[in-house]
């Protein structure tokens, strides 16, 4: 048996702001996370791959603001560094 994945424990290190802002980049990064393991099957950021992640900005958040979609562009940012991948992401 495999213990859940946890996404505060992951983000840690690169978390900084205010207590609300890191709330909500772990709000994100969680809602993130199971859209992409619901959709791949992907459990993991390590078993992510950068189509996985322009799939969620683009097909996931397309319905929602401008603001929105740009938070969660920050919280990728985040996964990104600290998954230490260059990836680049058009808005």
């Known amino acids: 048996m495999s213990k859940p994945f946890d996404m505060e424990l992951f983000l840690a290190a690169v978390l900084t702001g205010s207590h609300a802002t890191r709330q909500r980049h772990l709000r994100q990064a969680t809602v993130i ?3 992409i393991a619901n959709r ?3 459990d993991t950021p390590w078993a992510w791959k950068k189509k996985h992640v322009v799939w ?3 097909h996931r958040l397309d319905r929602h603001s401008r603001l929105t ?3 969660y ?3 990728m940012r985040l996964l990104a560094r600290r998954l230490q991948k260059t990836w680049v992401f058009n808005l």
Do not use: G, K
Request: net charge neutral.
């Open 33 to 35: 996370q199971a859209e």
């Open 40 to 42: 791949w099957q992907r």
């Open 56 to 58: 969620f900005l683009e």
């Open 69 to 71: 979609r740009y938070y």
């Open 73 to 75: 562009f920050l919280t």
